[in-house]
């Protein structure tokens, strides 16, 4: 999972590589002198009269009076209802270069024949609708002041030269060819290289992540064949690739569009009357319906390109919109609610969708003399956010595992604990009942043979008593841990109970040369059984005398808080290692060299009876603390058993 979220940022970064890339690959400016023509004339034809398969210009184009001049400045011309062909002619001027060549960077046509005065130097024809032309024509230095005709043919409604012309030298016009769409081709491949290792890395997730990762992955990879598709590098370059490029650019266009709305609806979901979820499955059906007569169109020899064209380019242009401004509105109301992800989504698709709105938009206003540019830089940002959500997701999903396994491990711990109690204080009860009478009845006959001997011999007796007496003692906790409830019950008074406890443990305490300072604020109540309330306690604090060294000191404190009793007592004692810490309570195990570990043991359990808790923290060196929390009862009315 981290390898995976690694590689979704080390994506991130990639994309902002490229983008710093290619802004200073845009920023190379050519050296040296060209000259920039600007105005042209120009003269629209409602027939094609262009020469089939001739070389030479049809007569009387250069003796037309219909020219009118054209400012490549203010934009192309408007094609004339009707008319299909136009002709587009200029002087070269005087040429001063050692390979003097002709740059257009944009000129729209399906069609396109150029001329020098009645010799032709370029032709191209092209069977797909993709009008952008790039064209580097070189000419010879005896071309100076001599007529330049270009012809141009179209089936859609843009025609000719977009701003300008460009004339000079050769070595430093074709820098600018070169680079013209190939960022585009540079950048869509790394769209879908990232797409392919998305698809290996998906195999490896959990499949409650699946749809999510092969619908960034489809994003990206439409990305990828839109931004090389639509780029003018491959039809200037690998033009007989136009046909297949236009198909992938179209099943590229319908593949986004409804991946893009199946991953914001599984990010945020389907939103309000189920409207992303109702818009994602039209766009699935239109989508089809556009692959349906893509394969028809294909088969018939593009007899239906036109209807094709109007509805896999303008209807879905207006669909983009649509789908742009449904989701800006839905992320605008999820940000305001504070959603983290819907503020990252916002910046990155906010991004993406105004570029993409206000240049398709552009587009129609210019009825089609406009080439969108800036949406693929806009869809980097979108991506990359894309790709911070689903990392920021799966991080913190990882960490809910982790949290989850944490508790899990503790509750396994929790349940062998009462598995192991439980066998204890079954073997503990059927041992301590059958101890106990066998040790009574020895220990009665010492002690009438203690009372008839003399010197050696009733010390040691009476050593043996004392044995069975802590013997006793020990099956004593065992009963107690055994069976911890309570044969009477009574509400107990805290003040009361730790006022005994510390006059019984105080002379321990002095032996030690320790102090105990003990503060119970206010009156305080809780139900259990007195005896077995001081045993807890009592246990707790000869651990802490035990641990004391030199200048010792115990703080006994509690206090209420809500509806619980909050009991801490804390010395300065040697202390416990974290491996000690976390084994207390369990049975017969104990950091003292003669312990028995039943003392906690009884403790835990009678505390547990109580229905309450004990917790302990402690650092080697600093001492101990102990918290217990106990319910806290009602002020009974007079002091009596319950």
Request: glycine share 8%; hydrophobic share 45%.
């Amino acid at each position: 999972m981290r390898v995976f979220v690694k590689s979704l940022h080390i994506t991130a970064a990639l994309c902002l590589l490229l983008m710093i890339s290619s802004s200073l690959l845009a920023s190379a400016a050519n050296s040296g002198t060209t000259y920039e023509l600007t105005k042209w004339q120009m003269e629209w034809e409602s027939r094609p009269q262009a020469p089939v398969p001739g070389t030479e210009m049809p007569s009387g184009i250069t003796d037309g009076q219909a020219w009118t001049t054209v400012d490549g400045s203010q934009g192309r011309m408007d094609l004339p209802p009707g008319i299909s062909a136009a002709w587009s002619r200029m002087i070269i001027p005087e040429l001063h270069f050692t390979s003097p060549s002709l740059y257009i960077k944009t000129l729209y046509a399906l069609h396109v024949k150029v001329f020098v005065d009645n010799r032709l130097i370029f032709e191209g024809d092209r069977s797909f609708i993709k009008d952008n032309y790039s064209l580097l024509l070189p000419l010879g230095s005896g071309d100076s002041g001599k007529m330049l005709y270009i012809w141009t043919e179209t089936l859609q409604d843009r025609i000719g030269i977009k701003d300008k012309v460009v004339i000079g030298e050769h070595s430093e016009l074709i820098n600018s060819y070169v680079k013209s769409g190939l960022m585009d081709v540079i950048l869509g491949s790394a769209f879908i290289f990232v797409a392919l290792v998305l698809f290996v890395c998906v195999f490896y997730l959990n499949q409650a992540y699946f749809s999510s990762i092969v619908a960034l992955a489809i994003v990206i990879f439409s990305t990828g064949v839109l931004s090389i598709t639509y780029s003018p590098f491959i039809y200037t370059f690998y033009s007989y690739l136009g046909n297949v490029s236009i198909v992938m650019l179209d099943i590229a266009l319908l593949s986004l569009l409804p991946s893009l709305t199946f991953l914001f609806e599984r990010i945020f979901g389907s939103g309000k009357c189920a409207v992303i979820r109702r818009f994602r499955k039209f766009q699935v059906a239109y989508s089809l319906f556009c692959l349906a007569w893509l394969v028809i169109n294909g088969l018939s020899g593009n007899r239906f390109v036109e209807f094709y064209y109007f509805i896999s380019t303008n209807i879905v242009g207006l669909i983009l919109i649509v789908q742009f401004i449904l989701l800006i509105a839905c992320v605008i109301i999820y940000s305001a609610k504070g959603n983290k992800e819907a503020i990252i989504f916002a910046i990155g698709f906010g991004t993406a969708a105004l570029t993409g709105v206000v240049e398709l938009i552009w587009y129609y206003v210019r009825k089609g003399d406009y080439d969108l540019v800036y949406w693929k830089w806009a869809l980097v940002v979108f991506i990359m956010s894309l790709i911070v959500i689903l990392g920021r997701r799966l991080m913190l999903n990882h960490q809910m595992v982790i949290k989850y396994s944490r508790e899990l491990e503790l509750f396994n711990n929790e349940l062998q604990r009462s598995e192991k109690l439980e066998i204890i204080s079954e073997l503990a009860a059927s041992v301590a009942h059958e101890v106990r009478n066998p040790l009574q009845v020895t220990r009665g006959f010492l002690q009438l043979l203690g009372g008839k001997s003399h010197g050696a011999e009733k010390k040691y007796l009476n050593m043996a008593i004392s044995e069975l007496d802590r013997a006793s003692n020990i099956i004593t906790d065992f009963l107690t841990f055994a069976k911890p409830e309570f044969e009477q019950i009574s509400v107990l008074n805290m003040n009361e109970e730790f006022h005994h406890i510390e006059s019984i443990m105080l002379p321990l305490c002095h032996l030690s040369n320790g102090k105990m300072d003990l503060n119970v604020k206010g009156e305080l109540w809780v139900k259990g059984n007195s005896s077995k309330f001081k045993q807890a306690f009592i246990n707790i604090i000869k651990n802490s005398i035990e641990a004391m060294g030199e200048e010792g000191h115990i703080e006994i404190m509690a206090y209420g808080e809500g509806n619980k009793v909050h009991i801490r007592i804390r010395d300065n004692g040697e202390g416990m290692e974290p491996e000690v810490l976390n084994r207390l309570g369990e049975p017969y195990f104990s950091n003292k060299t003669k312990g028995t570990g039943l003392g906690l043991m009884v403790t835990f359990r009678i505390i547990e009876a109580m229905q309450g808790e004990i917790v302990f923290s402690s650092k080697k060196g600093a001492g101990t603390e102990s918290i217990t929390t106990l319910p806290l009862a009602e002020r009974p009315d007079a002091s009596r058993s319950l």
